[in-house]
Nanobody, 125 residues
């Protein structure tokens, strides 16, 4: 099982980034992909998730209206489009997989089995 994030970088407030999570070697037909972020000195927090069993999606309050999670099955990749970025969005963003045929819910760290290495997002002028 492998998850590889990419797409992070430095962006000005109000800008946009699209993060990618390339997946491979999955051992279950049904799963949820979650995006998390961790700011310096803070705990890792869930941002968004998407289920491949019913295509449901979930967004944390901080992401609603600004972030969009999507998937490209042909490329085995999940994306997180982030618009109207704020300095408080700064952190390392991780994708992770949860083996479940359930719907997407608030991502919780302990529910996810495999993680990517993370990609840094910095929002600053």
């Amino acid at each position: 099982v492998q998850l590889v994030e990419s797409g992070g970088g430095l962006v000005q407030p109000g800008g946009s980034l699209r993060l990618s999570c390339a997946t491979s070697g999955f051992i279950s037909r049904y799963y949820v992909i979650g995006w998390f972020r961790q700011a310096p000195g803070k705990e890792r927090e869930g941002v968004s998730s998407i289920s491949n069993s019913d295509e449901s999606t979930y967004y944390a309050d901080s992401a609603k209206g600004r972030f969009t999670i999507s998937r490209d099955n042909a490329k085995s990749t999940v994306y997180l489009q982030m618009n109207s970025l704020k300095p408080e969005d700064t952190g390392v963003y991780y994708c992770a997989v949860r083996w479940t045929n359930g719907m997407a819910t608030m991502p919780r760290y302990r529910d996810y089995s495999y993680w990517g290495q993370g990609t840094q997002v910095t929002v600053s002028s």
